[in-house]
């Protein structure tokens, strides 16, 4: 399921602190303007300006199509009523030979609609601890309005790096973050972080923490600026989105719960690009497509770059003490720290010298799992789980740490998606929530991942009142 917001309820604007202060990058409003040189203190981690010949598809190095009604395992309708065919047709995805992606959305002589929708095969484009991350797109919203544009809906948006490998059925704990969306013509732009439970939550599935409608003139004749950075180098961190560098929406991690911020947000993310047609957003706003809706208006993409900043910072870890491994029998403390070699039984992991002193484990891959026998949770339950991890885990490589208890077999109670934190041994402490849990209890780590490969060692977790 990816998107999967119906906004059947209209959407909400949440009251937040927004100011409007310019970016630091410069903007040029020519046609085909160059990929902008980072902003002060950032460095181009990925750019795409699409110079390839007039009537070519994307490079595939870059960039994945999807293909068809929804992921692999996911829902119908990429989860949000589309009704759309996504292809990788150069009638609906192509360069235009002047420095642009074009993607189309046709209808057929029997009423059937194909369109475009991509993706960049990086989903590691992630803010490091005390640093940054900017997701940027120059592009035009498809050049139609009134009754011709009934169930447009052109969006520039990011989704969770643990999403691609099961579909985004984990949506939408994992994080999805729009940077543009338009609908139905209506020379506006939306922004939103979707994020923890659905329906409802914190927030506000499925329409999530959103900008509301904010007033974009000219952004179907003209391309224009659309940006989000995640800001992690503040206390609160921030999210700020941008049109035309001017910042026009902004979220502090203070506004929800730390587990629900962090599961949205402190992971790598992947962009998508796409014109989807109908859908649950669209019938909010007038419904869509109808006989009137013309076909072949497309969304015009100039130039795709993700920006990023070292960090000066790391998560502090808890402070409880160590829970040290222990002999046949003995029952473990959920609420302190549970070395990660304490394991009672263990496949595929290996026990290793770790750089915070001791040992991890690593060489953890999809299928692998450690066992620790007789955890005590006690009777007041549990708010969730911190797990300190690290990943040295090469370009589109990720996964999900999860918990299960007494069984692998049994549904996992949390789970968080981790992609590469720069290292093997480059630690950090990421949190998942977890259901309610009472009693001593055996807990199994479990590791999901759509890459056979390696993609994280584990120090230590422990469970949090």
Not at 288 to 294: E, M
Request: glycine share 12%.
């Amino acid at each position: 399921m990816s998107r999967s917001r119906k906004r059947l309820r209209g959407l909400l604007a949440i009251a937040t602190a927004t100011v409007a202060v310019a970016a630091t990058a410069v903007f040029t409003m020519d046609a085909n303007a160059a990929v902008p040189a980072a902003p002060s203190g950032m460095t181009t981690v990925f750019s795409d300006d699409f110079t390839g010949a007039a009537g070519t598809g994307l490079n595939r190095t870059n960039w994945l199509y999807d293909i068809g009604t929804g992921y692999a395992g996911g829902a119908a309708n990429w989860g949000t009523g589309e009704i759309e065919t996504m292809t990788d047709s150069t009638s609906n995805v192509y360069q235009d030979g002047s420095g642009n992606l074009v993607i189309k959305p046709i209808r057929d002589s029997a009423g059937n609609w194909t369109s475009g929708r991509v993706e960049t095969q990086r989903t590691d484009f992630a803010a490091p601890a005390g640093g940054k991350v900017r997701i940027e797109a120059r592009l035009q919203q498809p050049n139609v309005s009134g009754a011709a544009a009934a169930g447009y809906w052109p969006a520039f948006w990011a989704l969770g790096a643990a999403a691609r490998p099961v579909g985004a059925s984990n949506w939408p704990s994992i994080g999805e973050w729009d940077i543009m969306e338009d609908i139905n013509g209506r020379s506006s732009v939306f922004a939103a972080l979707h994020c923890g439970t659905n329906p409802g939550g914190v927030c506000n599935e499925t329409t999530g923490l959103t900008s509301g409608e904010k007033a974009c003139s000219g952004c179907q004749t003209a391309m224009h600026t659309y940006a989000v950075e995640y800001d992690r180098s503040v206390s609160p961190e921030q999210m700020r989105w941008y049109l035309d560098g001017v910042n026009y929406f902004t979220l502090n991690s203070s506004q929800i719960d730390a587990t629900t911020w962090n599961n949205a947000t402190q992971h790598g993310m992947f962009v998508i690009l796409n014109v989807a047609i109908g859908g649950g957003f669209p019938a909010a706003f007038g419904g869509g497509p109808t006989s009137a809706t013309q076909s072949g208006v497309p969304m015009t993409v100039d130039y795709v770059a993700v920006y990023q900043s070292s960090g000066g910072t790391t998560t502090t870890p808890p402070t409880t003490s160590p829970t040290t491994a222990p002999t046949s029998g003995t029952t473990r403390d959920a609420f302190a720290k549970i070395e990660a070699e304490s394991f009672n039984a263990q496949s595929g992991v290996i026990a290793e010298t770790c750089s915070e002193g001791g040992q991890d484990i690593g060489s953890i891959a999809n299928g692998d799992w450690a066992q620790f026998n007789n955890v005590n949770f006690g009777s007041g339950g549990v708010k969730d789980f911190v797990a300190r991890v690290a990943s040295g885990a090469g370009t589109g490589i990720s996964g999900l740490v999860e918990v299960r208890l007494d069984s692998r077999s049994n549904a996992p109670i949390g789970s968080f998606a981790l992609a590469s934190t720069g290292g093997w041994q480059s630690w950090t402490s990421i949190p998942g929530n977890v259901s309610a849990v009472t009693g001593t209890h055996t807990v199994y780590l479990t590791f999901t991942s759509g890459q056979p490969n390696d993609f994280v060692n584990v120090n230590w977790i422990q469970f949090r009142k």
